[in-house]
């Protein structure tokens, strides 16, 4: 076993016996003697940290555990551990020993184990080093002799060959020298024949015929001497090819016996190193076995000498601490708070101004220009006027009813629903850290109350846990290979899974660092204008600024404010402002920010992809998954068409359905299994041409009743966008058709202002689109990080549109993720920056998270029509409509606590802005961009009016329509499986 490795399980073993020690601690004092079991969320917390400070502690002194330099003291060490058992074992009858003195021996005791454990692990790790050592030894001397072995026979083989070949050829040498002999001997013949026969001749034709008698004889001899030799050389050539295949023959069975021989002996090898590897491993298993035996006697040991003490020191004083605990954790967050704010409500009521009424239609005169229908006669609701001393009785009558309410309400303040489902209920009932994992376990019940009731208890967990993470980490880092360095000769290689705005700010940002390397991998294959506009608050504005001031300026050419604007919630049943959003207006001017407003979704796309450098965007790659390489050498991307980047780091800025969140927290990429919930809710939108009397004094509105709400909001160049938010059940199907989807909004929002209705009949049809909504509870217990990989946007964090805060957040972690890395001088330090981005941005983004919930909760779960006194105990409006409920009541009056509400939670969001302007440069942007604004406006009224003049209506239209941002989404999710 590795040294770095020993020390790693002697810091976790220390830190675990250290955290037993301090969680009993905190049950001591926290807790009755008879029930040992329950753990309160305070104590919960001190025993987290107390953990985490003996996980530092361990960690920070197990490489100072000093290993004995003679394994001959192991006896001498266990016998100590057995007699220290021996001695706990007899101090059990003796309970009134000291609890310093308990623990004092506890520490003892585990550390002579400790050192026995280390010991017991050097002595297995000599004995499997020289066992393999001695298999290695052996087969390279078996190696070295089947080489010898065979070069040997090589070497016979060859002088058996060379043998052969020369006995060939001395046997072709003396063929060819008897052909040679008898061709001169056959000649010579042959002259002396002609010789006698010449001398005998006594014509010319005689010698003639002698003569070639003689020649022929010469030929003779010389063709059969020249066939001997022939012959005598095709046999000696054959006799040399067999003699040459029979050495091939023998050489090749030598090499084969020599291969099977080193087989043989590499198997020997490796079956004895495999075994010294088994019999080392099991007998370390042993050793830890025994270990823990030893460590649980120990701690048996002791929980029986303390238990006692403490049954007797703790009873009566656990009894009254606990009662008091009880009676002030009730009525601190109920009774005071709730009586006071109630009591604020109903008085605050009696000196405000009536409510001014809310405009938002168009006149009739533009109504007539605009070419729209003349608007229908209806007549007012019939209402119920009192005499001043009936008013009077029945406010007070509802003011008591009030505190009455909010008194019996949760810590919400009476105006969020208080029934917790049936799961909720029943892990409230669960002690201590079972609670917290079986809120963990329930997506439905962690939508809705992780954010709020185990908050605490998960940020607690998740900084101990982060901290351990860094110690550990730096453990690891010490015990592996330092990695290259960053430069601009060899930057930071950053791989960006996600065209959306975060994916786009990150790589904007990263571009401009010389150290870095950015890619972009965007699974549409082109990108188009799809979609209307999105909000940008003065938070994410000063995000923009503060990466690139050109980026911000071209946005700024396409921008509208409206946080400036009067902005608010409106009672759509009278057409009233119910209550305003001023603290949009004095937070941004309390930071010298700019204020919120709105862009077209592919107005900032195109301006976000216009700041790219060239070569940094890729389209039509959608990444699946990653592998993540050892020795901080990165990691490997995985596309859908099976191409693979390798990178340093990745962001998964994928949105809601993301693949690298899903394979990062194991979980399902869409679905039950995802995390993501759906709310309940669908979401219409449209947007039109239209003039109101208050475009230009009005920014946002947004019309309030049950179940539902109406948004509207001046988005430029003269235009209206709205949105209706509508509670619908899961699966339950809405009109696909725009025309009956039209319709079916304005049935959902009939009776309600008449404001609305003529928005909608306004609206063209061919700009109607819908989205179901869907988020997911703050991810305390679960890291944005894993060593070089990290999330962005809504892959981590999805959240509800009410607070428009999605794309800003994204923003706000793009630019976090960057002041984290651009500083980066070594590979290494990778994975502790994205965790230190999780830790920076955890708290903020779910807070974020947790308002845009609660916010949806109030306005779409609980908010009602609220009851006038003015208006009497009858429904004038129809039943539900403002009569004299309990709902309508509480709600009346909390519009007088609203702004209060407001300033706190605009304040807060705006307040992280790294880029800060002059008074005087926001007077300069807001003017120039308004005064554009206005001039944009008329223009498109102007062209509308010409087109209804003109007759071109439809076409005028068909020509101002975008593409669906919302089915762009939808046919996003539909490719997922």
Partial sequence: MPSSTRQFRLGHGLAAVAAILCLRAAIRSGTSSEDASFI???????AAAAGMVATLLASSASPA???????????????MRDAGITRLQEEKKRPQLKLNEVEKLEKEEIQTARSAEQLKEKRIIEEE????????????????QIEKQEKEAKAKIDKEYEVEKQKIEREE????????????????AARELEKQALSKATSDNARLAAEEKSEAAFNAATEKAENAILAAEEKAEASLKAALEKAEKARVEVVEKSELLEKAAAERSEAAIDQATETAEKAEKDAVQEEEKVEQEIVEAVDAIEKEELIEENALLETLKGGLLSAWSVAAPLVIPGIFIALYAVIASFFNPPPEPCLGTEDDETRAVMGRAARPKKAKATLDPWTDGKKMAVGAASAAGA???????????????????????TSQMQPGFQAVQSRAKN?????RSSSQGALAMGLALGVAGGMRHRVLRKIRLHAQAKPSEISGANPLKVIVAGGGVGGLLLAKALSKEPNMKVTVLEQASAFQRFGGPIQLASNALSVIRDVDKELFEELMKRFTFTGYRKNGLVDALRSEWYCTFDAMKDSAEMFDLPYTGVVDRPDLQEIMLQALPKGVLTNATKVVGYEKLPNFEGVKVKTEDGTEYKGDVLIGADGIWSATRAQMWNEEQKGPGSGCTYSGYIVFAGETIYKPEDYFEVGYK?????????VTSDVGRGRIQWYAFVAVGEGEEVPSDNLEKREYVKA????????????????PVNSLEDRSLYDRPPSVLKSWADGPVALLGDACHAMMPNLGQGGGQAMEDAHCICDKLKNLTDRSQVPDALQDYYRTRIVRASAVQGLSRLASDILLGTFTFPWKPSEGLSAPYGKGKGDFTYEGVVVNYLRNILPAAFTGQFTFLYSFHPFKWTKDEVTKIVQTVMDRHKVDASAAWQKRQEAVEKGEVEQFEEECRQESFFQLAAQTAATIK
Wanted: charged share 30%; glycine share 2%.
């Fill in 40 to 46: 309160s969320l305070p104590q919960a917390q001190r």
């Fill in 65 to 79: 555990l000093a290993e004995d330099s003679s394994l001959k003291s192991l006896e001498a060490k266990i016998a």
């Fill in 129 to 144: 080093r020289k066992a393999k050592q001695q298999a290695l030894e052996a087969e390279k001397r078996e190696k070295a």
């Fill in 173 to 188: 040498k003396k063929l060819v020298e008897e052909a040679r002999r008898t061709e001169r001997e056959e000649k010579k």
């Fill in 403 to 425: 505190v009455l309410a909010v008194v019996a309400s949760t810590p919400t303040m009476g105006f969020v629903s208080t029934s917790p489902s049936p799961s909720l209920r």
């Fill in 443 to 447: 997506p439905a019940v962690q939508s």
């Fill in 702 to 710: 947004v019309y309030m009743g049950p179940k539902r709400y109406f």
């Fill in 748 to 763: 959902a929002f009939q009776g309600w202002s008449s404001q609305i209705a003529d928005l909608l009949d306004a609206t």
